[in-house]
């Protein structure tokens, strides 16, 4: 377990990906081969699969905040329309996801045959 929050975890998640994004620009040390790309692949494909969980959480997470009375909005437009949007949005980025994780899986096993060749 973590005793970190779960805004600061996705926090690192983002900047964890800026990172990999600045490593990635150029071959350099550590990606320079097939299988450096092949095992980033894999791991983004890991990444993507889980995704779905901590967005259905998060939509489970504001929905019981609305249903104990929790929740108010700063618009004018109604409590539960904005609750609505939010559950929506949260499904479609699953669906999202999920996709994500389909096509970085296919990618990952195209990647599987090609090797270094001197």
Do not use: C
């Not at 699969?49 to 959480?57: G, S, W």
């Not at 997470?61 to 929790?70: D, I, K, N, P, S």
């Not at 669906?95 to 096509?103: I, T, Y």
């Amino acid at each position: 377990m973590t005793t970190k929050t779960p805004a600061e975890l996705s926090d690192a998640a983002a900047e964890a990906i800026r990172g990999l994004n600045h490593a990635t620009q150029a071959a350099k040390d550590g990606f320079e081969h097939p299988g450096d790309a092949y095992s980033v692949i894999g791991n983004l494909a890991t990444l993507a699969q889980r995704l779905p969980q901590a967005l259905d959480q998060i939509a489970q997470f504001v929905t019981r905040l609305e249903t104990e009375g929790h929740l108010r909005s700063d618009r004018e437009r109604n409590l539960a329309d904005e609750v609505a949007a939010v559950t929506a949005g949260l499904r479609m980025s699953t669906d999202d996801a999920e996709a994500l994780a389909d096509h970085l899986n296919a990618v990952h096993s195209a990647l599987s045959p090609l090797a270094w060749k001197d």
